[in-house]
């Protein structure tokens, strides 16, 4: 046990290999169970926002268990701000495009005008776009706050 | 079937038992964390295992599927769980926790 705290002294924290493999080995299936969260967000448990914070919780652990500039390597700050602002974008232009049909503000009926697909398969396909729009800002504002907050937003060093 | 899925969720159970007795009585972070580590990644597959199987005492392919998706939790919670305790671990004893020993504490 000596032995081991002098050898554990010189370490840094999380500069360990099994931790590395291991997230190595579960951030594929994090990120497609975020996708599976997001897509059954209609008739299961889930949704836009749960889905999209798994999906930002995958590369928080990336950064977690690497360090931040490897996470950034994956995922580029310009990236990441135009994924977030393209989910607002998503979730409001439907919106206002159904008010712009003769719907209500998010309606998604009034989509129907557009492509006859029929109200019903309209309001379910709407959920779901609107909730792609929901998960991509929402990973992209969890990844950000994570940066941030982790090098004082510096983005060069940090956990 | 039912049997064996009732089996098996009673013997996580006793292991969940088994891990809350050694948090609650052993003496230093170390061994605490040895009983939490080892009781609730066996346990947890276990009942997670039992629940699968109870899943499928009427069997319909939509229950098998149902069933494949919850032994993707029990690998998930197999790779993970350890892995977490691992972290835990090394960064106590890198921050410099220091073990109980028998040399410290007479009876």
């Known amino acids: ?159 | 079937m039912l049997w064996i899925a009732g089996f098996l969720v009673v013997a996580g159970i006793f292991f969940f038992a088994v891990g809350v007795l050694g948090v609650l009585r052993f003496p230093d972070f170390y061994t605490r964390l040895h009983a939490a580590g080892k009781c609730d990644s066996l346990a947890a597959v276990l009942v997670i295992f039992g629940i699968a199987l109870y899943n499928l005492v009427d069997f319909s392919p939509l229950n098998l599927l149902v069933s494949l998706k919850i032994l993707a939790i029990a690998a998930f919670v197999f790779v993970a769980s350890p892995t977490a305790t691992h972290a835990v671990t090394e960064a106590a004893l890198i921050i410099g926790v220091e073990p109980w020993t028998k040399k410290d504490n007479p009876q």
Not at chain 1, 23 to 42: A, N, S
Not at chain 1, 109 to 118: K, V
């Open chain 1, 1 to 159: 046990m000596k032995r081991l705290q002098e050898q554990a002294r010189g370490r840094d924290i999380g500069d360990n290999l099994i931790i590395r493999t291991a997230v190595r080995l579960l951030v594929p299936f994090i990120q497609l169970f975020g996708l599976y969260v997001i897509v059954h967000g209609h008739y299961s448990p889930g949704g836009g926002f749960q889905g999209g914070v798994i999906l930002g919780a995958s590369f928080i652990l990336l950064a977690l268990a690497y360090d931040l500039r490897t996470s950034l390597r994956f995922m580029s700050e310009r990236t990441n701000a135009i994924l977030g602002n393209a989910g607002v974008l998503i979730f409001t232009g439907i919106a206002v495009l159904c008010a712009l049909l003769g719907g209500l503000f998010l309606d998604y009926s009034a989509l129907d005008r557009l492509i006859s697909l029929g109200p019903i398969e309209w309001r379910s396909l709407g959920i779901f776009l609107v909730e792609v729009g929901v998960g991509t800002a929402v990973m992209s504002i969890m990844v950000s706050l994570f940066w941030d907050l982790g090098s004082g937003g510096e983005m060069d060093e940090g956990l």
